[in-house]
């Protein structure tokens, strides 16, 4: 018996790679997350940036309770299973009136993952939809294997190699995610998508989480992630703790080894050393 998702819905998932909208809070819930997100960037300066968007579930106690959000799990629960680690989390964030954009990719392309079970929960913190740029798929894509991507490391791309499918795709099938704050999409590590830039007065804010059953393997490094729900008894990736204050210094240092140990893995093979290195500009690139 599924937790939060009806069975049409699994079915969609399995089938096309994506299923949406599913709310797991209120839409005042969702803003006050953008807001707290907002309260620190104006005591710190400005946006988000670099290693910052990666992981800010280590670094930020209202994130730690998100990845853990009870109706975010059942929902990777009806997928997935009962064990689920939560493997990073990305913002992505498109500042208003801003030409940032996501290339055509599949997430899988550089992660290291052993097998194509990743799921990702994106939660909209903001309205996400046609006119803000939210994010298009391909309906099915997720079914084909890993599509052959080259880097572009295009200035305004969020990706973090700007990486992007390095054969046509087929846009005339792409369907757009709309969501409204507190809502989530779930989509594939396979499924191929992007978005477009966004030219509206206001930012659109999606927080990516993206899980794996425990079962889950990293092949191209040491790795860790947080436990979300029920038990680990493969040990692959190193456990995370738990945040009780924002920006603790000890977990600072500990989030700084572990985003730097995550970008030898995205970046491996390039010139890249750190998702602050000046060559992996621009510092809002999320994934
Ligand atoms: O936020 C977007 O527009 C794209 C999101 C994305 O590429 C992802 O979550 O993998």
């Given at each position: 018996m599924p937790k939060i998702l009806s069975q049409s819905q699994i079915d969609q998932f399995w089938r096309e790679g994506c299923v949406y909208p599913v709310r797991v809070m209120s839409e005042a819930d969702a803003i006050e997350i953008r807001n707290r997100l907002?309260?620190?960037?104006a005591e710190s300066g400005g946006p988000l940036k670099g290693a910052l968007r990666h992981k800010s579930h280590l670094l930020f106690t209202w994130l730690?309770?998100?990845v853990r959000n009870d109706k975010i799990v059942d929902a990777i629960e009806d997928l997935y299973g009962p064990d689920l680690l939560c493997w990073t989390t990305n913002f992505f964030i498109k500042e208003a009136a801003n030409p940032a954009f996501v290339s055509w990719h599949q997430d899988s392309t550089y992660w290291g993952l052993d097998r194509p079970d990743v799921v990702t929960a994106w939660v909209a913190l903001t309205p996400s939809n046609k006119s803000n740029g939210?994010?298009?798929?391909?309906?099915?894509?997720?079914t084909k294997d890993q599509i052959p991507h080259r880097d572009t490391f295009a200035?305004?791309?969020?990706?973090?190699?700007g990486q992007e499918i390095a054969v046509e795709v087929d846009e005339s099938q792409a369907r757009t995610v709309d969501l409204r704050p507190?809502?989530?999409s779930l989509h594939h590590v396979r499924l191929v998508h992007g978005s477009a830039p966004n030219p509206t007065n206001d930012r659109r804010i999606g927080f990516a989480i993206r899980y794996v059953p425990t079962s889950v393997k990293q092949v191209a490094g040491e790795d860790s992630a947080t436990l979300v729900r029920g038990t680990?008894?493969?040990?692959?990736?190193?456990?995370?703790?738990?945040?009780?204050?924002?920006?603790d210094p000890e977990f600072l240092e500990l989030h700084r080894k572990i985003a730097d140990r995550n970008a030898q893995i995205l970046y491996r093979g390039t010139q890249v050393k750190s998702y602050d290195d000046p060559?992996?500009?621009p510092d809002d690139r999320a994934a």
């Amino acid at each position: 018996m599924p937790k939060i998702l009806s069975q049409s819905q699994i079915d969609q998932f399995w089938r096309e790679g994506c299923v949406y909208p599913v709310r797991v809070m209120s839409e005042a819930d969702a803003i006050e997350i953008r807001n707290r997100l907002e309260r620190f960037e104006a005591e710190s300066g400005g946006p988000l940036k670099g290693a910052l968007r990666h992981k800010s579930h280590l670094l930020f106690t209202w994130l730690a309770e998100l990845v853990r959000n009870d109706k975010i799990v059942d929902a990777i629960e009806d997928l997935y299973g009962p064990d689920l680690l939560c493997w990073t989390t990305n913002f992505f964030i498109k500042e208003a009136a801003n030409p940032a954009f996501v290339s055509w990719h599949q997430d899988s392309t550089y992660w290291g993952l052993d097998r194509p079970d990743v799921v990702t929960a994106w939660v909209a913190l903001t309205p996400s939809n046609k006119s803000n740029g939210a994010m298009d798929y391909i309906p099915g894509s997720h079914t084909k294997d890993q599509i052959p991507h080259r880097d572009t490391f295009a200035k305004n791309n969020l990706l973090t190699r700007g990486q992007e499918i390095a054969v046509e795709v087929d846009e005339s099938q792409a369907r757009t995610v709309d969501l409204r704050p507190g809502e989530i999409s779930l989509h594939h590590v396979r499924l191929v998508h992007g978005s477009a830039p966004n030219p509206t007065n206001d930012r659109r804010i999606g927080f990516a989480i993206r899980y794996v059953p425990t079962s889950v393997k990293q092949v191209a490094g040491e790795d860790s992630a947080t436990l979300v729900r029920g038990t680990d008894k493969f040990h692959h990736f190193e456990h995370e703790p738990r945040p009780t204050r924002d920006m603790d210094p000890e977990f600072l240092e500990l989030h700084r080894k572990i985003a730097d140990r995550n970008a030898q893995i995205l970046y491996r093979g390039t010139q890249v050393k750190s998702y602050d290195d000046p060559k992996a500009l621009p510092d809002d690139r999320a994934a």
